[in-house]
């Protein structure tokens, strides 16, 4: 329990659904697929219905790189015709 009876304590739920995974991942059915594939999530079946680790996700996402922040080519608009 919080010393603090103001705070705000986030409970996240063991396992979700393959919709909320992709959401919480930021990826694609099939991403979401290969990756379970791979074994990079944890998931498994409650009768037919597919459940994906939570905690799998967070740690997944704690272990890549940040992406690099680019600046692009510094150009606006359209790009200048080469001559070939």
Avoid: C, W
Avoid at 14 to 19: E, G, N, S, T
């Amino acid at each position: 329990m919080p010393d603090n009876p103001n705070s705000i304590v986030q409970i996240l739920p063991y396992a979700i659904r393959r919709k909320r995974a992709m959401e919480l991942a930021g990826v694609g059915s099939t991403e979401l697929q290969d990756r379970i594939n791979s074994g990079r999530y944890r998931s498994f079946l409650d009768g037919a219905l597919r459940y994906v680790v939570t905690q799998s996700i967070i740690d997944d996402q704690a272990n890549k790189p940040a992406a690099p922040l680019g600046r692009g080519s510094g150009r606006r608009g359209r790009p200048r015709k080469t001559h070939t």
